[in-house]
């Protein structure tokens, strides 16, 4: 199927929650739900709040529904109403979404095709562990995109739609965040990655 399909399939199911359609905004809810819960856990980290946002991020969804033009897939809109959900919530509490740091002569373009696979690279269940402890001591940004990328399998096209950062950017946190990952895998567990 390609894009203009796509788009046109997630026009149609947008139109049958916004004429009120029986189950469709649950349908809408559901097929949706854990991308949205994925994203904002991984920036928040508290449960509870968590949980309140992704609530009021399908509030929202239902408010803002008619603003959907179809222009990018509708698992990227919800997604961005979710991210901006989770950064309003970090940057109240006064929570630096990422790490800046000029100058540490990112190649983007390489960054994602450097043939790194997280998942297959550690697979040993208590290296993969240590993996995941690592990934929670990122910052909620570099977190949120390293995940969506390698662990929800997500294309960058998509990660750009839901945080609203250029592909290069997108590209730059991911060469970022797996370099800290190496580094903090093997300051802490000994671990080579």
Not at 86 to 114: F, M, N, Q, W, Y
Not at 147 to 161: K, R
Request: proline share 3%.
């Amino acid at each position: 199927m390609d894009d203009a399909a796509d788009f046109s399939t997630d026009l149609a199911y947008a139109r049958d929650a916004l004429e009120g359609r029986a189950g469709a905004f649950e349908r809408l809810v559901r097929d949706h739900q854990g991308l949205c819960w994925h994203i904002i856990e991984r920036m928040v980290r508290h449960p509870e709040d968590a949980r309140e946002l992704c609530q009021e991020t399908f509030l929202r969804v239902h408010r803002c529904l008619h603003q959907y033009r179809g222009e990018s897939p509708l698992k990227a809109w919800i997604g961005q109403v979710a991210y901006s959900m989770a950064k309003r919530h970090l940057e109240k509490r006064r929570i630096p979404i990422a790490e800046t740091s000029e100058g540490d002569g990112l190649d983007a373009a390489a960054a994602v095709g450097d043939g790194l696979d997280l998942q297959a690279d550690l697979a040993d269940a208590q290296i993969n562990a240590r993996l995941h402890a690592a990934i929670e001591c990122l910052p909620p940004l570099q977190r949120t995109i390293l995940t969506l990328y390698h662990l929800d399998e997500q294309p960058i096209g998509v990660i750009a739609g839901i945080t609203g950062l250029a592909e290069g950017t997108i590209k730059s946190h991911l060469f970022r965040s797996r370099k800290q990952l190496r580094g903090l895998l093997e300051d802490r567990f000994g671990v080579a990655a």
